[in-house]
């Protein structure tokens, strides 16, 4: 308040002290230190206008980046201090009794650095270990009051900052980005009342329907207890025994072994809020709603080779595409839509929207569009953004509530829990990842690393002393949606959870021929890991379930004949609505930026023709591409008319397999050489045999050739061929191929092939 204003000591690095912006100007003969945010102000800045809301999100603003300044550290042109702010003379000797003498205990500084080292770790995620995280806005595109008071959707143009962190679910904080699975799609919205988290999937659905379950699953999934293998992957017997015998995890089965397994980039996947939950408006109406994002650069998946080789190549591939996009000021965005239906349409469906293996087909529910994310401003601190961000499924606000799914019911309780461990104690709310931007007044007090100086002597309810405050805000606040209950207390499940495979079958038979045949591949591979040959024959039976082609086929894969189908929990279910939902192909998507941000390689070696190369570099960078100049090492080349071209990768530092295209450059002094460099000749098989677009300029076709793609050379789909002079006819020709993102059709990753 004004009062305050000259009161409080300026400090710069604390700018925005909370609920005093006007600590933010400094006091009368102080000069403020320049504004560290400006340093990085490329990143925050929000696109300005959408069509959908013809507003402007405010240039340049994110409360959430703002709120985060006052524990924002920059120590440019500052003195190294200790910890209590004392500066450090010496950071590189140990204080002893003389110089070969022993050292000495009253060293404070070396036991406080060495202390706190000691303690830098906290214990990782229990699911969801791996992770990376982003700030940015959620903007509405219009007014939902219709349907629900939640704060986000209040108005047309409303921004509400977030911060979203993408993860793998069963690998350890250091493994491989790549490894198939699902992927954790978690979303905190600091809104005007309160933060709310929507903590979801890539896949729509879960392999359990009761929360009951889900140590055991994780238990299975993770590494076997006694030798600790095998990291980040479900190849293993003891997954593969428990989801045989939970028919019920079929369907979820059916997406993670679909390419959805293993994702291009985290900005190129969907999410889902899985679990039906509810939506009330201001007169206590409520109904039913299920939470969609989409990807404005399209769906987009590896293959299981490609991820593979990129685990190695680099096991941080989806943290770097996500912090290089951002940085670049190529912002991932996502339309969130919702699928809204009344508790009587429910009933009808022939499935349970309260188990959480089914989806609701968008034939039969539309989404309905209502705002974006747009993710534009990278953390400043792994460790105090992506790795403190406690996201919890009870974290929800007026407007947004819960429905009976017996597995969002655990995970009400998990979330909270897990971070008290994980966080060390019960304050993790006050971390400043996870402080809502909305005010916090209650009468919880005290707790280990307890940071709020709650004043005043009263700290319960009902009070007099401080006038009943912080007092009840009664229907303007959280108000649970009064369901009527009136069941006999049971343990146990409604019919409808008992049909285990329609949906699974309704995925399968959506597919498009080469995503059928990755599905078969992908269970082909995870079954050929499995050594008990009971536990592969009882997966297959469960398969004849879902259909009689995919489990021929990988029964055929795995040298077995295909066993009798699985009895069935149920036998009269209910005739599903549809057998084909075309939204579950991947292929539903496929984005609407081109080329943008696409990664492509460039040979070059002494004696490339530089000239086309130029004008390539120029149409593919115009397209939003990233172009790398790839050679045999890093460093300076010579081109054939004596420029010098930088080579920023080498095959060595950078294979092939990173890279979404690849152009073969003309030259044949440079062909010559490339032609005898074995990196090349991975790069380009690896390129040949994922699908990818590869150009070959003039002399760089017969690269093909010495790679053993001789057949390639005519009509294949997904590999030009061009003079290698002029490149205005050929680069759209090139960009509309890479927007393909590959060609399957050339895929060769079957046995045999
Ligand atoms: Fe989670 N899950 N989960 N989960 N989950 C966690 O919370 C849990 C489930 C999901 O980026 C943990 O903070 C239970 C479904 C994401 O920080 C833990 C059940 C979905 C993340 C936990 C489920 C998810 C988690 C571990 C079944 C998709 C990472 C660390 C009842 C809708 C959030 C933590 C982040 C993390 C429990 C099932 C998504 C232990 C008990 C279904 C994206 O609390």
Same mark, same amino acid.
């Given at each position: ?26 006091? @009368?003969?102080? *000069? ?28 340049? /603003? ?32 140990? $204080? ?26 906290? %214990? ?18 219009? =007014? ?19 911060? =979203? +962190? #993408? ?46 379950? #889900? ?7 993770? @590494? ?13 017997? *003891?997954?593969?025994?428990?989801? &045989? ?12 072994? &679909?390419? +959805? ?26 109904? #039913? ?6 990807? $404005? ?32 000021g190529e912002f991932p965005e996502w339309e969130l839509g919702l699928q809204i239906f009344t508790e009587e349409e429910a009933e009808s469906f022939s499935f349970d929207v309260l188990d959480s293996t089914k989806l609701i087909p968008e034939e039969m529910v539309p989404l309905t569009p209502v705002g974006r994310m747009v993710l534009n401003r990278n953390p400043d601190n792994f460790f105090a953004e992506t790795e403190q961000v406690a996201f919890c499924t009870a974290h929800i606000i007026p407007g947004i509530d819960f429905s009976n799914d017996p597995l969002l019911a655990g995970r009400i309780h998990s979330y909270v829990d897990t971070q008290i461990t994980r966080l060390g104690g019960a304050n993790f709310h006050e971390l400043p990842i996870n402080t809502p931007l909305a005010p916090v007044q209650n009468n919880q007090r005290d707790g280990i690393h307890r940071q709020s100086l709650n004043r005043g002597r009263v700290a319960y309810e009902p009070n007099s002393l401080a006038g ?48 059928? !045949? ?23 039976? &469960? ?19 295909? %066993? ?10 209910? @005739? ?8 579950? /192909?991947?292929?539903?998507? @496929? ?9 492509? !390689? ?26 790398? #100049?790839?050679? %045999? +090492? ?23 397999? $990173? ?63 061009? *003079? ?19 060609? %399957? ?9």
């Open positions: 308040s004004d009062e305050l204003v000259g009161k409080i000591p300026y400090n710069s690095l604390k700018k925005r002290e909370h609920g005093h912006a006007n600590a933010v100007v400094p006091p @009368p003969g102080v *000069t403020a230190q320049p504004d560290s945010s400006a340093l990085t102000a490329s990143t925050l800045t929000e696109s300005a206008m959408t069509a959908k809301t013809g507003g402007a999100a405010r240039l340049g /603003s994110n409360a959430t980046v703002e709120s985060l300044d006052r524990v924002r550290v920059d120590a440019s042109e500052q003195p190294l201090t200790t910890n209590q702010g004392v500066p450090v003379s010496d950071n590189q000797n140990s $204080l002893k009794a003389g110089l070969r003498g022993p050292s000495l205990l009253e060293d404070f500084i070396l036991r406080e650095k060495v202390t706190h080292f000691d303690h830098e770790r906290i %214990p990782e995620r229990v699911v969801h270990a791996r992770g990376s995280a982003a700030h940015g806005y959620f903007e509405a595109y219009g =007014a939902l009051r219709k349907y629900t008071r939640a704060a986000p959707f209040a108005e047309k143009g409303k921004i509400t900052p977030v911060f =979203a +962190r #993408f993860s793998t679910v069963a690998g350890e904080r250091g493994s491989k980005d790549t490894a198939r699975d699902a992927r954790g799609f978690a979303v905190k919205l600091y809104t005007d009342e309160g933060n709310w988290d929507l903590v979801g999937n890539n896949i729509p659905v879960f392999f359990i329907q009761d929360a009951m379950k #889900f140590p055991d699953l994780v238990h299975a999934i993770k @590494p076997e207890p006694h030798h600790g293998m095998p990291q980040a992957g479900s190849a293993h017997d *003891t997954f593969w025994d428990f989801v &045989s015998l939970m028919p019920e995890s079929t369907h979820m089965l059916m997406w993670v072994m &679909s390419d +959805r397994g293993i994702p291009r980039s985290y900005r190129m996947m969907q999410g889902f809020g899985v679990h039906t939950f509810r939506l009330v408006n201001e007169q206590g109406e409520s109904v #039913f709603c299920k939470f969609h994002w989409k990807p $404005l650069l399209g769906t987009h998946s590896l293959v299981w080779d490609e991820a593979v080789k990129i685990a190695g190549a680099d096991p941080d591939f989806h943290r770097r595409d996500l912090w290089e996009a951002i940085e670049s009943g405050c912080p007092f009840q805000a009664g229907t303007a606040g959280f108000v649970s949606f009064p369901e009527n209950n009136t069941e006999d207390k049971v343990r146990g499940k409604p019919a409808k959870f008992a049909e285990h495979y329609a949906q699974a079958t309704l995925f399968f038979n959506s597919q498009t021929a080469v995503e059928k !045949a990755h599905i078969a591949a992908a269970f082909r591979f995870e079954l050929s890991k499995v050594e008990v040959p009971a536990i592969r024959e009882r997966m297959l039976s &469960s398969l004849v379930n879902v259909s009689t082609e995919l489990a021929a086929e990988v029964a055929a894969g795995l040298g077995m004949q295909v %066993p009798a189908a699985m009895p069935k929990a149920i036998a009269d279910a209910e @005739p599903a609505e549809i057998s084909v939902s075309p939204a579950l /192909s991947l292929t539903a998507l @496929p984005g609407e930026r081109g080329i943008r941000t696409r990664q492509i !390689a460039v040979l070059v070696e002494d004696g490339v023709h530089h000239a086309a190369l130029a004008d390539l570099h120029l149409a593919l960078t115009n397209a939003g591409a990233v172009v790398h #100049f790839v050679g %045999p +090492r890093v460093g300076l080349f010579t081109g054939s008319g004596e420029e010098i071209i930088e080579a920023n990768k080498s095959l060595e530092n950078a294979p092939g397999v $990173l890279f979404d295209a690849l152009v073969l450059p003309d030259g044949a002094e440079a062909v010559k050489a490339l032609g005898s460099n074995i990196d090349t000749l991975d790069c380009i098989k690896d390129q040949f045999r994922h699908g990818k677009t590869i150009l070959a300029l003039g002399a760089g076709q017969a690269l093909l050739e010495m790679a053993g793609i001789a057949a390639a050379r005519d009509k294949v789909p997904g590999i030009l061929l061009a *003079t290698g002079t002029d490149m205005i006819e050929i680069a759209p020709v090139f960009i509309e191929a890479i927007a393909a993102h590959r060609h %399957p059709s050339r895929e060769c990753d079957q046995p045999g092939k």
